[in-house]
């Protein structure tokens, strides 16, 4: 099992920055990969941006030049750095974490609410 615990987001202007941070624990050996989704209401919940434990790198064509992601550290955390903040960036950010063989486990964290004001 692995738990992930989230922290940063928050209220910004449009054009702002904000960090999200999560932090694994648990059986965090096991874990392939891991990401930030963010779900804003009506919609499904979507990729934001992800990284390999070997440091490959996606992210959403909408937040890309915009957003970075941290390699996944000894300290078992991943920060999302959100730059020219959007008001359609608003959503609820949830960490994600994939691992085992086949990356049969999918785990989450509990979310925290990012919104940007116009």
């Known amino acids: 099992q692995v738990q992930l615990v989230e922290s940063g987001g928050g209220l910004v202007q449009a054009g702002g920055s904000l960090r999200l941070s999560c932090a694994a624990s648990g059986s965090t050996g096991s874990i392939n990969a891991m990401g930030w989704y963010r779900q804003a209401p009506g919609n499904q919940r979507e990729l934001v941006a992800s990284v390999t434990t070997g440091g490959i790198r996606n992210f959403a064509d909408s937040v890309k030049g915009r957003f970075t992601i941290s390699r996944f550290n000894v300290e078992n955390t991943v920060d999302l750095q959100m730059n020219s903040l959007k008001p359609e960036d608003t959503a609820v950010y949830y960490c994600?974490?994939?691992?085992?063989?086949?990356?049969?486990?999918?785990?989450w964290g509990q979310g925290t609410q990012v919104t940007v004001s116009s």
């Open positions: 994600n974490a994939k691992g085992g063989s086949y990356n049969r486990y999918n785990y």
